[in-house]
């Protein structure tokens, strides 16, 4: 479980935005944290990672100063706990990619025989960094200059990821000097919505990322989404299997404010919740009900 989240806006900052998000989405992931910032206009890129909460990369991203940007709070499912665990992870390649992932590959052992037949090195025991290096090397099968680069190589991309990768992804790719790219696994495991507003569009694992929680779109299982802009958004369907979520972020992993597939996570717990004393009532009383403990703090709502 993690959470990634992402902003690009069309004029102005958005350290602030994002770390906001990233603070909603905190209870994704309290291992570690990272942001990745570039601006657009002097085409710096900034960076910083670090172990703990959110609040530990509070002064370095303070500093930054970028159009668009990505981040992740780490829960750790796979790999090492060190700092090359840490999201997101970068690659200095076509003035930079960056990558934010929530969920869990399966077939870890065949991506990386793809990679060393490739002789492509990885720093990382994170399946994340994987699927980096495997995005690169097929857009490198397409383009050698960042400027050729279209939405139907994108889509192309996308799909060769979708072939090669089995398991659960939410994914944000930022490409320093093309947009932002996001997609979702072919059966959407993992949640992921984004937000379009006036001067920017946020990416997040969850609706309680935004400012206006009701104002989202869900990104599609099997379904690629590219952002160029506040104004330019294109989607296409690669695949079209039925959606089959997990059901662990209704019960447990989500916050209760949160839609997931525009389900409300409290409603959601609420109706479980009345299905459990109707299994009880069968057997017993619930008046004769001494204690009723919320193991964990999400049961509260039962």
Known sequence: MCGI???IHNNENINNLLYEMLFNLQHRGQDSSGFIVHNSSNKKTYKCREFGLLENNLYKISKFKGNIGIGHVRYPTYGNITKDEIQPFYEEVFGGIS????????????????????????TSTSD??????????????????INDITNDI??????EIYNNCRGS????????????ITFRDIYGIRPLVYS???????IASETIGFINDSNYTNVKNGEV???????????KQIYNYPLTPCLFEYIYLARP?????????????????EQIVNMINKNIDVKDIDYIIPVPQTGIIC
């Not at 992804?169 to 932002?180: A, C, L, Q, R, V």
């Not at 379009?196 to 946020?202: G, H, I």
Request: with cysteine; glycine share 4%; hydrophobic share 45%.
């Open 5 to 7: 989240g992402a902003v």
């Open 99 to 122: 990558l934010s992932h929530n969920g869990n590959i399966t077939n870890c052992n065949e991506i990386i025989d793809i990679l060393n037949k490739n002789h492509i090195n990885y």
């Open 128 to 145: 994340s960094q994987l699927i980096l290096k495997l995005f690169i090397l097929f857009l490198q099968r397409y383009i050698q200059d």
């Open 154 to 159: 994108v889509y192309n991309v996308v799909e």
């Open 169 to 180: 992804y939410s994914i944000i790719i930022m490409i320093n000097n093309f947009g932002i």
């Open 196 to 202: 379009r507003e006036n001067d920017y569009v946020a």
């Open 225 to 235: 989404v590219i952002i160029k802009d506040a104004n330019t958004i294109y989607k």
């Open 257 to 273: 404010e949160s839609y997931i597939n525009d389900i409300l996570v409290y409603e959601y717990r609420e109706k479980i919740a």
